[in-house]
T-cell receptor, first 111, second 113 residues
Framework: LAKTTQPISMDSYEGQEVNITCSHN???????ITWYQQFPSQGPRFIIQ???TKVTNEVASLFIPADRKSSTLSLPRVSLSDTAVYYC????????????FGAGTRLTVKP | GAGVSQTPSNKVTEKGKYVELRCDPI?????LYWYRQSLGQGPEFLIY????????DSGLPNDRFFAVRPEGSVSTLKIQRTERGDSAVYLC???????????FGPGTRLTVL
């Protein structure tokens, strides 16, 4: 199972763009990169998944360079409600049990 | 539609007691996961079911922990002889076959006094 490294915490202000980078130097050919968000007293919630280049949805963008050894979750114009823990996971999405959670990045958005 | 539900939401027990935690996955989801989460940590994998069978129980910390999913839907996590170190939030998630994401329940907060 590929391991990931993320910053423990980040601070931002309302309206700013936030970029959280995850390192996964040992990513395998079949591995995808998945990000989850977790609010206090709730279970994690899927945000986005990608394999290479760029993926965008209504919540975030995911940038993956050609070597795939890192990825960046981009949250546009954050609000106070984006304060949460963000987890980066890598694993083979065709294997139902190939992804593990690390400690995540605690994002605090300030007014 | 209904999401993953877990009962009870909170459970307080005494050291040495037996507890059962229940998970109702999203209907039709064949994959089911149990995790344990301590304060300030990410979810720690415990066990994964594919249908009725435990496909991977490598995360169970010891033989006091056991989980079942007899009909391939509802699952029960069972903890015998609880210890104070078992105090945590226990999360359940389900996943559709071929799906990209796990859908998590709100968790059960277990406190062992």
């Amino acid at each position: 199972l590929a391991k990931t490294t993320q910053p423990i915490s980040m601070d931002s202000y309302e309206g700013q763009e936030v970029n959280i980078t995850c390192s996964h130097n040992n990513i395998a050919t079949n591995d995808y990169i998945t990000w989850y968000q977790q609010f206090p007293s709730q279970g994690p919630r899927f945000i986005i998944q990608g394999y290479k280049t760029k993926v965008t949805n209504e919540v975030a963008s995911l940038f993956i360079p050609a070597d795939r050894k890192s990825s960046t979750l981009s949250l546009p114009r954050v609000s106070l409600s984006d304060t949460a823990v963000y987890y980066c996971l890598v694993g083979d999405r065709n294997n139902n049990n190939d992804m593990r959670f690390g400690a995540g990045t605690r994002l605090t958005v300030k007014p | 539609g209904a999401g993953v539900s877990q009962t009870p939401s909170n459970k307080v027990t005494e050291k040495g007691k037996y507890v059962e935690l229940r998970c109702d996955p999203i209907s039709g989801h064949t994959a089911l996961y149990w995790y344990r989460q301590s304060l300030g940590q990410g979810p720690e994998f415990l066990i994964y079911f594919q249908g009725t069978g435990a496909a991977d129980d490598s995360g169970l910390p010891n033989d006091r922990f056991f989980a079942v999913r007899p009909e391939g839907s509802v699952s029960t996590l069972k903890i015998q002889r609880t210890e104070r170190g078992d105090s945590a939030v226990y999360l359940c998630a389900s996943r559709l076959a071929g799906g990209n994401e796990q859908f998590f329940g709100p968790g059960t907060r277990l406190t062992v006094l």
